[in-house]
């Protein structure tokens, strides 16, 4: 079983900045790939940034050249830099790791955007 723990989010005012870490509980860390999604009120989770074992990113069109996503295979964390944040990029966000078969979640950390 992965365990993902994110930490990070809090209340950022319009044009700030945060980074979002996701630590996993396991040596095989680096075979998965690592996600970040995000669930706002009344809407359905959507996929935010995701990097493959190889270092390939993608990004929800929306978050491309504010939000940036990475890992450190030495430390089993993927982070979230988000920048240039906006009150739509208000959510929780969840940490996804994904091998094959296997899928798992983090319980979430809130980031709220607003003045």
């Known amino acids: 079983q992965l365990q993902l723990v994110e930490s990070g989010g809090g209340l950022v005012q319009p044009g700030g900045s945060l980074r979002l870490s996701c630590a996993a509980s396991r040596i095989a860390f680096s075979g998965y790939t690592m996600g970040w999604y995000r669930q706002a009120p009344g809407k359905q989770r959507e996929l935010v940034a995701a990097?493959?074992?190889?270092?390939?990113?993608n990004y929800k069109d929306s978050v491309k050249g504010r939000f940036t996503i990475t890992r450190d295979n030495a430390k089993n964390t993927v982070y979230l830099q988000m920048n240039s944040l906006n009150p739509e990029d208000t959510a929780v966000y969840y940490c996804?790791?994904?091998?094959?078969?296997?899928?798992?979640w983090g319980k979430g950390t809130q980031v709220t955007v607003s003045s």
């Open positions: 990097i493959t074992s190889n270092d390939v990113t």
């Open positions: 996804n790791a994904k091998w094959a078969v296997l899928n798992y």
